[in-house]
């Protein structure tokens, strides 16, 4: 079993939709939890940050983590195609001097 | 503020050359920076992981020999691929980190070699 899991997708939506992005994990001792949106041919860019179990909102953009379930997840809403992107899943155990292990990434597209 | 950049974005070289790839943190001192490769349609691997001064902690299956890391400061890291071959050719993406929080992603840095 994979350290972290991600769904590659690809994921196809319409301009408006509710997208709904997740990740599970086997290991126990992560603690923190990012998601990152990586263009075609660019570096990732850090979207969400969020530490331990709860809920963290950032505009159109919410992030849940369920450490009980060892469940991550991403929610877009009135996704624009702006939007169309890749996106990661990361963890670790000790924050970001520490390595992330990252998932697959699920390729998005909303169109318009 | 926390931006980090790489050069070259793109090279091109000759199977058995060298090359040196820069990761500079722009406006932050980096206390540890990653070195990472994206193959196609997959996720980001990291290859290693060095903190200033001192040298870089390689992952399980990364030759060292062949994938120099140099941390000159705290600014900036260097990852020299030697002794380039086709199956070198990847996206290469630095990052930084200044805390304990997050990492700072450079923009990436395509080699492709002939």
């Known amino acids: 079993q994979k350290e972290v899991e991600q769904d590659p997708g690809p994921l196809s939506v319409p301009e408006g939709a509710i997208v709904s992005l997740n990740c599970t994990y086997s290991?126990?001792?992560?603690?923190?939890f990012m998601w990152y949106r990586q263009y075609s041919r660019k570096g990732p860019e850090l979207l969400m940050y969020?530490?331990?179990?709860g809920n963290k909102e950032d505009g159109r953009f919410t992030a849940q983590v369920d450490k009980s379930s060892k469940y991550i997840s991403l929610f877009i809403r009135d996704s624009q195609p702006s939007d169309s992107a890749t996106y990661l899943c990361?963890?670790?155990?000790?924050?970001?001097?520490?390595?992330?292990?990252f998932g697959k990434g699920t390729k998005l597209t909303v169109n318009p | 503020g926390a931006v980090v950049s790489q050069h070259p974005s793109w090279v091109i070289c000759k199977s058995g050359t060298s090359v040196k790839i820069e990761c500079r943190s722009l406006?932050?001192?980096?206390?540890?920076m990653f070195w990472y490769r994206q193959f196609p349609k997959q996720s980001l691997m990291l290859m290693a992981t060095?903190?200033?001064?001192?040298?870089?902690?390689?992952e399980q299956g990364v030759e060292k020999d062949k994938f120099l890391i140099n941390h000159a400061s705290l600014t900036l890291s260097t990852l020299t691929v030697t002794s380039a071959h086709p199956e070198d050719s990847s996206f290469y993406i630095c990052?930084?980190?200044?805390?304990?929080?997050?990492?700072?992603f450079g923009p990436g840095t395509r080699l492709t070699v002939t």
């Open positions: 990052s930084a980190s200044r805390d304990a929080y997050e990492q700072y």
């Open positions: 060095s903190n200033e001064g001192s040298k870089a902690t390689y």
């Open positions: 290991n126990s001792a992560f603690q923190y």
């Open positions: 990361a963890m670790s155990a000790q924050g970001g001097s520490e390595k992330l292990v």
């Open positions: 406006d932050f001192q980096a206390t540890t």
């Open positions: 969020t530490y331990s179990s």
